[in-house]
């Protein structure tokens, strides 16, 4: 398969690309900044250095062309309101459509947990435009003709990896899980048609990732 990682220079990204490769599959990271290309390749991908937040989406269907999936893993960062709805929401939705457009089939979305239009952020919160950003992002995406999935995982940390977890379909409530486990499950959903048009909200828990992905559809 071969896969082009938005955002290939963020923590989830760095660390999806060697267990993709490790799959065999192909991997090409998009990053803004020229001077994270070396780092990316060391990861074992291909860079690609192009600024998904000012393109068009005619630019950024020729940017996806030919891949078989599309992983958005991008951000703003935080802090700038305004950038963040430039690139949360309006590079991310331009890309869905791009990726519609260049008949790049399967979409893969880190999200967060509780995305959504009950996300329940009020507007004076400074959180309030990265969630109203995301949720919209989602919206779209799951509007979209596209094979997606969208995973959303609670907070982030940089402990090792559990290789385990738990979702809303064993009843997860928000709480943590370290990115490894995430870009994990990124790397066993690209592989799953059952994850097609799957919400994995997760966390750490007690089930193997293979196991609770390969139980997605049942009762």
Do not use: C
């Amino acid at each position: 398969m071969r896969v082009l990682i938005i955002g290939g220079h963020g923590k989830v990204a760095r660390l999806l690309t060697p267990e993709l490769t490790a799959r065999s599959h192909t991997v090409s990271a998009v990053v803004r900044n020229p001077d994270h290309a070396p780092e990316v390749a060391a990861d074992g991908a291909q860079p690609v250095v192009a600024d998904v937040e000012s393109m068009t989406t005619p630019q950024l269907a020729r940017l996806v062309e030919g891949y078989d999936a599309l992983v958005w893993s991008a951000g703003a960062g935080g802090g700038d309101p305004r950038r963040t709805y430039a690139v949360d929401r309006d590079a991310a939705t331009r890309s869905m459509d791009a990726a519609e457009e260049a008949g790049v089939r399967r979409y893969v979305m880190v999200s967060y947990f509780g995305a959504g239009p009950e996300h329940g952020v009020p507007q004076e919160d400074p959180f309030f435009p990265y969630a109203d950003a995301k949720s919209a992002a989602d919206a779209h995406l799951q509007a979209s003709g596209l094979e997606w999935t969208l995973v959303r995982p609670s907070r982030l940390t940089d402990e090792a990896g559990t290789g385990r977890i738990e979702t809303s379909r064993t009843g997860a409530t928000p709480g943590e899980v370290p990115r490894a486990d995430v870009a994990l499950v990124v790397a066993e959903a690209l592989e799953r048609p059952g994850a097609v048009r799957a919400v994995l909200e997760l966390n750490t828990g007690p089930t193997p990732v293979a196991d609770e992905l390969d139980a997605l559809g049942t009762p």
